[in-house]
């Protein structure tokens, strides 16, 4: 433990160019490992599912851009990646929820969890895409440091408090 303490110390003082990427895999991992501490915290589910989706949805990119590396392209390719990373969020809470679907906002008939783990999916898209809007607007630069990212941590957190003091 003290090597390990001692290594970060002396990494302290070798500054490096940080970047700002919304899919880092050290958010990625950031945000799962919370996901699984939030639902031990008692966190209702459909905060941790708008969560889960946009973590899923984080993963189907890192799949895009697996596949890109290798030049591996068919038709539909992102659309299938990103269909599947998001359904995994059944595979992820199988044997701690049980699927029973609701009516929600009465026009869906779905479980909660998988209705907001696509809301958390379709509100990390919009807001990269909303960003992107931005930044072409202002002539191609962010409008402050880091913009790319707290652009959808605002939209979830939204979704987030909405969903904590409206459940569905």
Same mark, same amino acid.
């Given at each position: 433990?003290?090597?390990?303490?001692?290594?970060?110390?002396?990494?302290?003082?070798?500054?490096?160019?940080?970047?700002?990427?919304?899919?880092?895999?050290?958010?990625?991992?950031?945000?799962?490992?919370?996901?699984?501490?939030?639902?031990?915290?008692?966190?209702?589910?459909?905060?941790?599912?708008?969560?889960? %989706?946009? /973590? =899923?949805?984080?993963?189907?990119?890192?799949?895009?851009?697996?596949?890109? *590396? +290798? #030049?591996?392209?068919?038709?539909?390719?992102?659309?299938?990646?990103?269909?599947?990373?998001?359904?995994?969020?059944?595979?992820?809470?199988?044997?701690?929820?049980?699927?029973?679907?609701?009516?929600?906002?009465h026009v869906f008939y779905l479980d909660p969890i998988l209705f907001s783990?696509?809301? %958390?999916? /379709? =509100?990390?898209?919009?807001?990269?895409?909303?960003?992107?809007?931005?930044? *072409? +607007? #202002?002539?191609?630069?962010?409008?402050?440091?880091?913009?790319?990212?707290?652009?959808?941590?605002?939209?979830?957190?939204?979704?987030?408090?909405?969903?904590?003091?409206?459940?569905?």
């Amino acid at each position: 433990m003290k090597i390990l303490l001692l290594f970060l110390s002396v990494l302290f003082f070798f500054p490096v160019k940080a970047s700002a990427n919304p899919a880092c895999p050290v958010c990625t991992i950031a945000i799962g490992a919370s996901l699984g501490v939030a639902r031990e915290l008692g966190v209702e589910d459909t905060v941790v599912g708008l969560w889960a %989706g946009a /973590l =899923l949805t984080l993963l189907g990119y890192w799949a895009v851009v697996f596949f890109e *590396r +290798r #030049n591996w392209r068919f038709v539909g390719r992102d659309f299938l990646l990103m269909l599947m990373s998001v359904g995994m969020i059944g595979f992820i809470y199988i044997n701690e929820v049980q699927y029973t679907p609701e009516v929600i906002w009465h026009v869906f008939y779905l479980d909660p969890i998988l209705f907001s783990a696509v809301l %958390g999916m /379709l =509100l990390f898209v919009f807001s990269q895409k909303f960003y992107g809007w931005m930044k *072409r +607007r #202002n002539n191609g630069h962010a409008h402050f440091p880091f913009e790319k990212v707290v652009l959808p941590l605002i939209f979830l957190l939204a979704a987030s408090l909405y969903f904590t003091y409206f459940p569905i």
